[in-house]
């Protein structure tokens, strides 16, 4: 990892992954873990986690409901499940139907998403489970609040939330929430995720779909001298 100043560099979300799976194995971690990644980013973070751990890997889609026009700033998120959570900060000043017109259309992406990723696959079942939730950064952790509700929802035993980068503030925030958060590097000055990264391109869908495809087909877990679980 390379240093910019006090500045933590990540040169892409592999090497981001692999640190974090470093990080997680100081962590405590009762009973059995799987590990749940946002897309599209964090599915490539998540991987290198569960491939670390190897543990079962599996999508949790959200969607952040931006403000129109200045899409960065969260009204609050979205969740598979059927979960909502609200910045009313930032939603106390936004109209409730400019409001619920933005989380339909961003309900039908999350669907659309959902419908591609799993392909025709259920989703893990987290109930009693240790879930790691894995992300490539955080700004505001809006989409997190919501992964962290939508697995509490369903039945999780534990919510650990795994990112290589966010402000000390959305950390600070999450710990309140999660019952662990690793994250490597919480700078003071924080403009967006992508600074902190040599190489962050967009992740494709094409790119989600291959690695959760090969973690539903057994083939994810190293070059062969490692035990699959």
Not at 42 to 49: K, T
Request: proline share 4%; aromatic share 4%; net charge negative.
């Amino acid at each position: 990892m390379a240093e910019l100043g006090a500045v933590r560099l990540y040169r892409d979300r592999r090497h981001a992954g692999a640190v974090l799976a470093r990080a997680l194995r100081e962590e405590a971690l009762a009973g059995d873990a799987l590990v749940l990644a946002l897309p599209r980013g964090g599915v490539i973070v998540g991987a290198e986690i569960a491939r670390a751990r190897r543990a079962p890997l599996d999508v949790l889609v959200v969607r952040k409901l931006g403000v129109p026009g200045q899409e960065e700033l969260a009204m609050g998120a979205i969740a598979s499940g059927g979960v909502t959570v609200r910045n009313e900060e930032v939603a106390a000043l936004v109209r409730e139907d400019v409001l619920h017109a933005v989380a339909k259309r961003e309900l039908r992406e999350l669907e659309r998403r959902e419908e591609l990723y799993r392909a025709g696959r259920p989703p893990l079942d987290v109930s009693g489970m240790t879930v790691i939730l894995a992300d490539d950064g955080l700004a505001t952790g809006a989409t997190m609040r919501a992964a962290i509700a939508a697995v509490r929802a369903h039945g999780a035993a534990r919510a650990v939330v795994a990112v290589p980068v966010a402000p000390s503030k959305t950390v600070d925030a999450l710990r309140a929430e999660a019952d662990a958060v690793v994250c490597p590097s919480t700078p003071e000055m924080f403009f967006g995720i992508g600074q902190f990264y040599d190489d962050f391109a967009q992740t494709e869908d094409e790119e989600v779909q291959q690695i959760l495809a090969s973690w539903a087909g057994g083939d994810a877990y190293g070059d062969g001298d490692e035990a699959r679980p």
